[in-house]
């Protein structure tokens, strides 16, 4: 007697749930609950990120393959990265792997209708929900993909009005447009309540809540002001570096380093210095260099010795009132057009085939 009495006030007891839920909703409501849409529109930069670096090393793994194969079979290998990525992240915990570092999880908004939004224990995805979103996010963007590519290759676009090629091509337009609007208005909707951050998510009434409710949001702005004073640093170096001549500054250097400059006194007065300055950096043998960095257009400076105009027109142009006489060490001032004089090529016969000595630089021809 004892157990139908109890069996009977446990039916009761289950059937009248539904109405004592109803009205301890409509006499003691829940607080609207709130996510914060940063860390919603954040955990999809995190996922876009994250496939585009699994893309990227996608496209590696093909790097031998013909062009033509990864072009060809670019829409399924994109859908099944997706897929992998999707099953082992909202299918098998119900949430991707950005909202995973957000501290976000995917609940049924269904059973959180009303006054039920603030409950302490969130309901999960129904199998048809993750389903569906599956075949929303990854089956549709595919065949999207696919019928676009083919329109395209076939050139509907192309004929005429009245073909019905050409109208479903219309057709194929006005709903990428129309989704478009759609996208827009649910992401108008999303600033506003802060709920649905896509427009499948709001199809199928799946909604971001925070995985650990009692968790504090911790902000760490360390990294940001790092970062913003790093780029700030580099555009000032940015704006500053076409200002600075940085063959005058090593020059300057140099000009420090070492107490008197190189001294080029010993070459003939038939052979340009900074030619020969040049060549001698590139050129292990002083035979070739003196014979390859004759006067061209010779021009002398305020010391009295000459250089090729081009030549030394650079170095004043590069380095300014700072620039040194390779010759004699002085400061050049200006230079001016010298007096071509010719030289017999049969005067360095002697030094042919022959590195010269010391004496033999002192008194070069």
């Not at 098998?92 to 995973?100: F, K, P, R, T």
């Amino acid at each position: 007697m004892d157990g139908q009495n109890v069996s009977f006030w446990s039916k009761e007891w289950a059937d009248i749930q539904s109405s004592l839920s109803s009205i301890r909703c409509s006499i003691f409501p829940s607080s609207p609950f709130r996510i914060m849409r940063a860390s919603q529109i954040d955990s999809n930069l995190l996922d876009l990120q994250l496939f585009g670096i699994l893309k990227e090393q996608l496209w590696k793994t093909f790097s031998l393959f013909k062009p033509q194969f990864r072009e060809a079979f670019e829409p399924e290998l994109l859908a099944a990265l997706q897929l992998v990525m999707y099953r082992f992240s909202i299918y098998e915990s119900g949430a991707s792997y950005g909202a995973q570092l957000q501290n976000l999880k995917y609940r049924n908004e269904r059973r959180h209708s009303g006054g039920l939004q603030s409950t302490q224990k969130d309901a999960v995805l129904t199998k048809s929900q993750k389903y569906a979103f599956g075949a929303m996010t990854i089956g549709g963007p595919y065949i999207w993909m696919r019928i676009n590519r083919f329109v395209t290759a076939k050139r509907w676009s192309e004929l005429n009005d009245n073909d019905a090629r050409k109208i479903f091509w219309k057709c194929l337009q006005h709903l990428e447009n129309l989704y478009k609007i759609l996208s827009l208005a649910n992401f108008l909707a999303f600033l506003y309540d802060g709920k649905y951050r896509t427009l499948v998510d709001r199809i199928l009434t799946m909604r971001f809540v925070y995985a650990r409710q009692m968790t504090r949001r911790h902000v760490n702005f360390e990294f940001m002001n790092r970062q913003l004073v790093w780029h700030a640093f580099t555009e000032f170096l940015l704006f500053l570096m076409p200002f600075i001549n940085f063959r005058r500054v090593k020059n300057i250097l140099k000009h420090v380093s070492y107490s008197k400059p190189q001294a080029f006194d010993f070459l003939p007065a038939h052979i340009c210095a900074i030619c020969y300055e040049q060549q001698m950096s590139t050129s292990t043998s002083s035979i070739t260099a003196v014979s390859s960095t004759r006067l061209h257009n010779s021009y002398e400076t305020s010391c009295g010795h000459q250089y090729c105009y081009y030549c030394i027109k650079m170095k004043m142009i590069q380095e300014g009132k700072t620039w040194k006489c390779l010759r004699c060490g002085e400061e050049i001032k200006d230079i001016r057009r010298a007096l071509d004089k010719v030289f017999d090529d049969d005067e360095n016969n002697d030094y042919k085939g022959k590195k010269p000595t010391i004496q033999d630089q002192k008194y070069f021809f």
